[in-house]
């Protein structure tokens, strides 16, 4: 970051290829449209590359830019959430389905195990958007993204031990939302 601040772009596209994965998946989490995540988490890179001089050192760089893109998403949900009195095309759209985007051509046939792997990625990523929001961005934020405790109580501002306690809350809620489909695989 030491090198970002000092205007290397190579730093910087560095910084992007390192990031940019993760924080489009913790962003899709929350805003459920990958053309929509994508958008944000270059926004969030603008954001860091316009304030980078406002970086400290004291703390990690991937809590401040994770609380960047967390709370861009958070943003566009109340954004989302204003919008949704207005009907629109997108609107409809969206409640018909389109949001998700199209399906590409596989170059092969996938396998049983492909197949099943993708539909318990699937079920698995429904449940874990039915959870309520303060416990699926904490359980995001550990078990999918394998940010420490100590980043995401200070991306999320609350104190460790209410991370903790939403982590396994979450952690127990998914568990009881999965049960049946478990039972069905058996």
């Not at 995540?37 to 890179?45: I, S, V």
């Not at 996938?110 to 416990?135: F, G, K, N």
Request: hydrophobic share 40%; net charge positive; with cysteine.
């Amino acid at each position: 970051m030491d090198h970002v601040v000092a205007g290397s772009e190579a730093a910087f596209a560095c910084i992007v290829d390192r990031y940019k994965n993760r924080l489009q998946n913790v962003i899709y989490r929350y805003v459920r449209d990958y053309q929509r995540a994508e958008d944000l988490a270059q926004e969030a890179f603008v954001r860091v590359y316009l304030h980078r001089e406002r970086y400290r050192k004291t703390g990690k760089f991937s809590t401040w830019i994770f609380t960047i893109a967390v709370n861009l998403a958070k943003n566009e949900i109340r954004r989302k959430s204003r919008l949704r009195n207005v009907l629109s095309l997108d609107h409809l759209m969206e409640l018909l389905g389109s949001s998700e985007p199209m399906l590409k051509e596989e170059q092969h046939t996938p396998t049983d195990r492909e197949v099943e792997r993708d539909q318990t990625s699937s079920v698995v990523a429904a449940a874990i958007t039915r959870l309520p929001a303060v416990y699926r961005e904490a359980l995001v934020l550990r078990d999918i993204e394998g940010l420490a405790y100590e980043e995401i109580a200070e991306i999320l501002e609350v104190p460790g031990g209410t991370v903790r306690s939403r982590i396994n809350r979450a952690r127990l809620m998914l568990k009881d939302k999965l049960k049946g489909f478990a039972q069905n695989e058996l």
